[in-house]
């Protein structure tokens, strides 16, 4: 038996899988969230550009709060300058010393304008990702980035390398040229639940889940790497140029089952094709219906 994932599922998988490589044509191509909340939405990719700097003795992050990062005006990206004084660990409050704050400028409603009355929208995070890549010289080049994501999508300010590399789900790498990335992965009901909550502050202060990269520094000298984000969002309420969204739920289970499963993948694989695999492996068991004689004899020898 073959199990077809949906096209709309099909999307979801490869933006959440791989956001910075999903490829769509116009707004009809823009992935959505394939469950019951399949009510027409607005859909928007956004991204973010900028550089950190690692200091010599002291550690260079990138951090990324999915909480506040749809508001255009809510700080929700932070990074390390020239004078971060940290050492081996990610903010606390996010106001230290050495750290930058932006946000998704592309994005296109600001704080005010999200909630539940009159006028306002809502939103959901369909798929983020961050990544960095270092663009200094090579006789400079030395460390190690440890790309992070907390397995239950809880704030990890403050977190020391030792609070990160105490998880199976990381996977430190040498310093070179290519770009290292994390990926938000939705754990909890409430990740695929639209927000009403009015968004602002400083992403590092509370609540939400978050991705972030560690950069150990090389002992010498400062380093600058260049970083990018990117984000798909939906958008419902009283806004304009809603186009369908879709429902898929024997995809959707297949998909949550293997993603909130506590996957762990190697970032040199093809994480998109690993759950595929895994996909094409369960998904058959999410659907009830007729079988042959033989199906049946097959199926009981199989699970019984």
């Known amino acids: 038996m073959h199990f077809r994932l949906s096209k709309c599922a099909t999307d979801y998988l490869k933006a959440l899988t791989d956001p910075f490589g999903f490829t769509r ?18 859909k928007y990719r956004s ?16 951090l ?3 909480h506040t ?14 004078l971060y004084i940290l050492v081996d660990q990610f903010p606390t409050t996010g106001v230290e010393t050495g750290v930058t704050r932006s946000f998704f400028n592309q994005s296109p409603y600001s704080s005010a304008e999200i909630g539940v009355g009159a006028g306002n929208v809502q939103y959901r995070v369909v ?16 460390g190690r980035i440890i790309p992070f994501r907390h397995p239950n999508n809880q704030p990890f300010t403050g977190y020391t390398l030792g609070d990160v590399m105490g998880y199976t789900n990381v996977h430190p790498s040498t310093v070179d040229d290519k770009w290292h990335a ?26 939400a889940s978050a991705v972030g990269i560690l950069i150990n520094p090389n002992g010498s000298t400062a380093v600058t790497y260049e970083w ?14 809603t186009t369908p969204s879709h429902s ?35 998904g058959p068991q999410n659907i009830s219906g007729f079988v042959t004689t033989a199906g049946n004899a097959f199926l009981q020898s199989a699970y019984f």
Not at 127 to 142: E, K
Not at 258 to 275: C, H, I, R, S, W
């Open 25 to 42: 044509v116009g707004m009809e191509g823009m992935p959505c969230i394939p469950d019951l909340l399949d009510a027409p939405s607005t």
């Open 47 to 62: 991204v973010a550009r900028g550089s950190l700097v690692v200091p010599a003795t002291n550690s260079g992050f990138l």
């Open 64 to 66: 990324l709060n999915t």
């Open 69 to 82: 990062a749809p508001a255009n005006n809510a700080y929700s990206i932070l990074n390390s300058n020239a």
């Open 127 to 142: 798929a983020l990702g961050i990544r960095v890549r270092y663009i200094g010289t090579v006789l400079n080049r030395g």
């Open 182 to 207: 994390v990926n938000y992965m939705p754990v909890r009901a409430t990740d695929y639940e639209y927000k009403s909550v009015a968004i602002s502050g400083v992403p590092a202060t509370a609540g």
């Open 228 to 241: 990018e984000a990117v984000m798909y969002t939906e958008w419902i309420g009283e806004i304009p140029l």
């Open 248 to 282: 898929d739920v024997p995809g959707m289970s297949a998909i949550r089952n293997l993603m909130e499963g506590g996957l762990d993948a190697d970032p040199n694989t093809n994480l998109f094709q690993e759950v595929m695999k895994g996909v094409q492996a369960i």
